[in-house]
Nanobody, 120 residues
Framework: QVQLVESGGGLVQAGGSLRLSCAVSGGTFSRFNLGWFRQAPGKEREFVGAISWSGITYYGDFMEGRFTISRDNSQNTVSLRSNSLKPEDTAVYYC??????????????WGQGTQVTVSS
């Protein structure tokens, strides 16, 4: 059974940067496609981006340029770097295994999420 644990969230000022990490256990990490989503209060879960098992990245609308996804197969981790953060980036950020696109139902394992709060 695959388990995912996100870390690195917190409070950051607008214009700042943050790096989230997701540790994955169970299964063969190097074969996983991995994604990042976020969900703000009262809103639907939103696709941030994904990275394939081979390292190809995909990003959601308006995400590319401010968000960068990378993976470390030696550490079984996937990271999400964000810069120029805005208050509207405030959300719970989740990592997930299984898919590559924006459809949450394509992913079959999820972490518990980490809160990111951007103050103005």
């Amino acid at each position: 059974q695959v388990q995912l644990v996100e870390s690195g969230g917190g409070l950051v000022q607008a214009g700042g940067s943050l790096r989230l990490s997701c540790a994955v256990s169970g299964g063969t990490f190097s074969r996983f496609n991995l994604g990042w989503f976020r969900q703000a209060p009262g809103k639907e879960r939103e696709f941030v981006g994904a990275i394939s098992w081979s390292g190809i990245t995909y990003y959601g609308d308006f995400m590319e340029g401010r968000f960068t996804i990378s993976r470390d197969n030696s550490q079984n981790t996937v990271s999400l770097r964000s810069n120029s953060l805005k208050p509207e980036d405030t959300a719970v950020y989740y990592c997930a295994v299984g898919g590559l696109g924006p459809i949450a139902a394509d992913y079959n394992s999820w972490g518990q999420g980490t809160q990111v709060t951007v103050s103005s």
